[in-house]
């Protein structure tokens, strides 16, 4: 289960990185996490939390390739791939790109902030 999954490794990383785990609790206690019941608009409000989850789904995908039938021909600059051949995108490795992820192996919430984030660079 893909939800399962993000839950896990979200936790892995937070656990091997105790600095940023802590400033999840921080955000948690400060929005009135640990109060009563957990509502929508308490999640909602929690960004670092966010930033981690998807942090973690960069660095572990739920999905880590997707495939794709051509129902047409499909042009490149430097090939034609006919109809009815499979795409495979490899999206484990193009989120460990240098050039959109720098220290791509790095966990860090942080390139998810509004000024860093390239607009398609993350599936």
């Known amino acids: 289960d893909t939800t399962a999954g993000v839950a896990s490794w979200t936790l892995y990383a937070l656990g091997h990185h105790p ?18 019941p ?3 608009q308490t999640l909602a409000s929690m960004d670092y939390l966010e930033r ?3 942090e973690s789904m ?14 047409a ?3 490149t600059p430097n090939m034609l791939v006919p109809a009815g051949c499979s795409i495979f995108i490899n999206v484990f490795e193009q989120h460990r790109i240098p050039e959109y992820f720098p220290n ?3 966990f860090n919430p ?3 902030l509004e000024k860093f984030k390239h607009p398609y660079a993350y599936v």
Request: glycine share 4%.
């Open 73 to 75: 021909p499909l042009k």
């Open 52 to 54: 981690c989850i998807k």
């Open 104 to 106: 791509p192996l790095e």
């Open 110 to 112: 942080d390139r998810f």
């Open 38 to 40: 957990v509502t929508i």
């Open 58 to 71: 960069r660095l572990y995908p739920p999905v880590p390739v997707i495939v794709r039938q051509l129902y």
């Open 19 to 36: 600095e940023i785990q802590e400033k999840v609790v921080q955000e948690a206690e400060s929005v009135g996490f640990y109060d009563g």
